[in-house]
């Protein structure tokens, strides 16, 4: 059977793709975070590695090209001991301040370590403070910050909220699902006109045929003298106009 491809259902597929393509992994990554935020632990709420932090302070708003302002979006690479123990100067670390539940995230000023060479401490500092941070143990580092979108920070914090994935999810679903029924509403009520139309139509050529068929049958049943009187009536009348 073959289907007829309408405007309508295009432009519905369209928009059903874009919405899932966008939609989806942005609610998979939101409740991601929200369920692992909840299971506690020093390091931030992550997906495949990669933690989402948005900048509540102007603490980093430096000139150097890895600097961010307040309001922007930092992504953290979690680290295993392992790697920890790699962290060098400069290098961008968030870490996790048990006594007022905060994470902060500041550059690598110096590396302390031990008499094995293993890191036990950072001192930190951000790009637009004028002091230092204090000694910060290594087990509180979570990461490291491998990258920055500005303005994106409170975006990102809303979208995690109830309320946030109901406007950003749930209104372009329920938009979506409205613009269908509408869209099926129409076609059905165009569907439903065409067939009328399409009767109106088939029942005036059935009462033309019926009407063709009756004069066909009055004209069989006139007898054969009428028709030859008839025939010539009309030979006089044409010779008495000769």
């Known amino acids: 059977m073959a289907h007829k491809f309408t405007k309508g ?6 928009i059903m793709g874009v919405l899932t393509v966008i939609l989806l992994p942005v609610l998979i ?9 909840s299971q506690g632990g020093i390091a931030p709420p992550d997906v495949f590695g990669i933690a989402p932090l948005a900048v509540t302070t102007g603490s980093m708003d430096g000139d150097r090209e ?14 295993s001991d392992e790697e920890k123990n790699t962290l060098a100067e400069g290098e961008i670390v968030t870490y ?6 905060i994470y902060v995230t500041h550059r690598i000023v110096t590396v302390n370590k031990d008499s ?14 004028n002091t230092n941070d204090g000694a910060v143990s290594i087990s509180n580092v979570v990461g490291k910050c491998v990258g920055s979108v500005g303005g994106m920070g409170a ?19 329920i938009a979506f699902i409205a613009y269908d029924a509408i ?19 088939a029942d005036k050529d059935e009462e033309i045929a019926r009407l063709r068929a009756l004069v066909g049958e009055q004209q069989t049943q006139i007898p054969p003298e009428h028709a030859e009187g008839v025939e010539d009536a009309e030979t006089t009348e044409e010779e008495n106009k000769n």
Not at 68 to 79: M, R, Y
Not at 116 to 129: E, F, H, K
Not at 183 to 201: F, G, V
């Open 29 to 37: 990554i939101n409740l991601t975070l929200i369920i692992k935020g």
């Open 9 to 14: 259902g295009i432009i519905s597929a369209v």
């Open 155 to 173: 975006f990102a914090m809303f979208l995690q909220t109830p309320v946030g994935i109901l406007v950003f999810v749930g209104i372009p679903v």
């Open 96 to 101: 996790y301040l048990p006594d007022d539940d």
């Open 116 to 129: 094995q060479g293993n890191i036990t401490s950072l001192i930190t500092r951000g790009d637009a403070n």
């Open 183 to 201: 869209r099926i509403t129409l076609n059905n009520r165009k569907a439903k006109a065409q067939a009328q139309t399409d009767k109106a139509l």
């Open 66 to 79: 890895d600097s961010f302002a307040e309001g922007s979006l930092i992504f953290i690479d979690i680290l």
